[in-house]
C-alpha cells in the first residue's frame, strides 16, 4: 500500500504565496507520474498540474506563469509552489501518483486526502 501526505495549505491574502508538499511512503518500486488536482467549493476536482519521473511538467491553462511543479525522487515528493494566489485559486488540493509496486508489477494509482487552500482577504 502506498500513503500520501499532503501538507503547506492554509489562509492567504490574494496574491500571496504558498507552497504545498506530497509526501509518498510504502512498498513501491517506481514513482511515475505526480499530480495536483484541486476540488474548488461546489465544483468536480480537476487536474492542475503533471511531473513525470523525467521531470517534464505539464498544467491547466489558468495556473501557467503562476504554479510551478516539482518533485524529490529520493524523497519520493512532489511540490506545488504557488504564487500571486487569487480567490478562484481556493479549494482542497489533492496530490496524486501513478506506482509500480514491483519491477514486473502493473500500474497503480494512489490519492492523498487533500489540503486545503483558501484565497481571501
Known amino acids: 500500500q502506498v500513503q500520501l501526505v499532503e501538507s503547506g495549505g492554509g489562509l492567504v ?9 506530497c509526501a509518498a511512503s510504502g512498498n513501491f518500486f ?8 484541486r476540488q474548488a467549493p461546489g465544483k468536480q476536482r480537476e487536474w492542475v498540474a503533471t511531473i513525470t519521473k523525467e521531470g517534464a511538467t505539464n498544467y491547466i491553462d ?3 506563469g503562476r504554479f510551478t511543479i516539482s518533485r524529490e525522487n529520493t524523497k519520493r515528493s512532489t511540490y506545488l509552489q504557488m504564487n500571486n494566489l487569487k480567490p478562484e485559486d481556493t479549494g482542497v488540493y489533492s496530490c496524486y501518483v501513478k506506482v509500480r509496486r514491483s519491477p514486473t508489477g502493473g500500474l497503480v494509482e494512489y490519492w492523498g486526502q487533500g489540503t486545503q487552500v483558501t484565497v481571501s482577504s
Open 13 to 21: 491574502q490574494p496574491g500571496g504565496s504558498l507552497r504545498l508538499s
Open 30 to 37: 517506481v514513482i511515475y507520474d505526480m499530480r495536483w488536482h
Open 62 to 64: 489558468f495556473v501557467k
